[in-house]
């Protein structure tokens, strides 16, 4: 058994949902259809959470919603290591160029068309083996920049993401309501 | 999914076959494959056409799919359905629209929906009476929207144990 620690930022109306009746995957993300974490429960991943947050805000997501001050999850995801397919490594981003090229899509793809290559990939993989991975990690790009002034993007490179393919997984050990 | 994975198996030589055997399929089939994920067991279809009104409905045609975990478990196992709209942004958007309570299979008969879901209420319950799809829902989704079905074991666990979706293809 392994387990990786994840962070996520959304709204007190989201979070009492997600608290309440667990995190459900999105369809689209760049790693495919999952729920996303940062990786990790430090302060970076915090900063990474907040910033996401606050673009979102932004950007009116949470404009339904009842109760809209920022929430951080603290969650750990828990798995076998057969369960888990690091898409970072480079022998896997090796193969994601090729299947780019073979299938004929432009040399800068767009973001559906990386979530679709990713997918397709891990799939193909799923069904060789006769097992679905419950957890991917993929570099995901950062919310824009003023939102997380302080995430050393020219330190570290693009954050680390978790994509949870079965919310099963995933236990919630802390939530943190933060005043901004 | 027929086959268990074996820890022994070595994972790397796995991941080249598959991927070998990915890239070597003529372009536009790797094409479609890519780009409708949807298509590609027409057994799996089946199946979940059986269980949540997949097909042809006028003009329109229902793919559905699903994600199996564990391959001795079929849709019947599960007793609810949870259908959602994803806003296709990622990171943990979804909207649960209803639920879908599955008292007898295959028949869908027990039908818990929350108001304001106009012609997709009437799919639905149009769907559980008569076990047809209604013509309708394809004015709900444009091309590019899904709305994806998560298959529950029972009411009280809220546990995400298979995913399908429906898409207008």
Known sequence: MDIKKGTHGTCLSCAEEIKKNGFKSSGKGRGGPGVYFWRGHDERAKILAIGWYKYRLYEQYYDTEKKQG?????????????????????????????????????????????????????????????????????????????????????????PICYIVRDSAIIEIVEEKDIKI | MKKIFAKEQNLDSVIEDAFNELISLPQAELKNLIYHPENEDVAELILASNMLGVGEVENATYACSYVEYEPSQTLKDFSMFTIGKDDFTGYSAFTELTKIVITSTPNLIGLDLPSGFGELESFLKHYAQNNYPKPGLPELLSSEERLYFSCLKDQGNYQWIKEAHISVV
Request: net charge positive; hydrophobic share 40%; with cysteine.
């Open chain 1, 70 to 158: 920022l929430s951080v999850i603290y969650v750990l995801l828990k798995h076998e290591n057969n369960e888990f397919l690091d898409l970072e490594k480079p022998t896997m981003k090796d193969k994601v160029e090729k299947l780019r090229i073979s299938a004929g899509i432009s040399n800068i793809p767009n973001n559906s068309e990386i979530a679709l290559l990713w997918n397709r990939l891990v799939i193909s993989i799923e069904k060789k083996i006769g097992q679905k991975f419950k957890i991917l990690a993929l570099r995901c790009t950062t919310p824009p920049k003023e939102y997380v002034p302080n995430y050393p993007l020219n330190l570290l490179g693009l």
